[in-house]
């Protein structure tokens, strides 16, 4: 997941306003990050793509990108209307670059090694 630096200000506070302390150095997630990345797994491909994306949907989080290393493809989804829709897309050699970092170019062949 990534949280812009306004985002983890927000956790911090959420956190810290929290009546029970915690050890963990982030506690519980209480700010919908910015974008969530979600690597596919074998044999739970369904629950990866409706459950949690039904979830992070509901969550608010704005970009959901699923990696899907059996089918070599990365699919990039921004939420647009309550509903996620696919803002790009690669599978195997090429590269893809989505809306929420326009300047980066993801070259897939460097993932699949």
């Known amino acids: 997941m990534f949280l ?9 506070a959420a956190q810290a306003a929290r009546k029970k302390p915690t050890r ?6 209480r700010v919908a990050p910015e974008l969530v990345i979600e690597s ?4 739970h491909e ?8 039904q979830g992070y949907r509901d ?3 704005p ?17 647009a209307n309550s509903e996620y ?10 590269r893809v670059t989505c809306s929420m970092f326009p ?3 993801i070259q897939l062949q460097h993932i699949w090694i």
Do not use: M
């Open 4 to 12: 812009t630096p306004d985002q983890l200000q927000w956790q911090a």
């Open 24 to 29: 963990l150095r982030y506690g519980r997630l």
């Open 40 to 43: 596919i797994s074998l044999g």
């Open 46 to 53: 369904l629950h990866d793509r409706q459950t949690k994306l």
């Open 59 to 61: 969550f608010g989080i």
């Open 63 to 79: 970009n959901y990108w699923l990696l899907d290393p059996v089918r070599r493809t990365l699919d990039c989804l921004r939420l």
């Open 85 to 94: 829709q696919p803002d790009a897309a690669g599978k195997d050699l090429e």
């Open 103 to 105: 300047g980066l170019d």
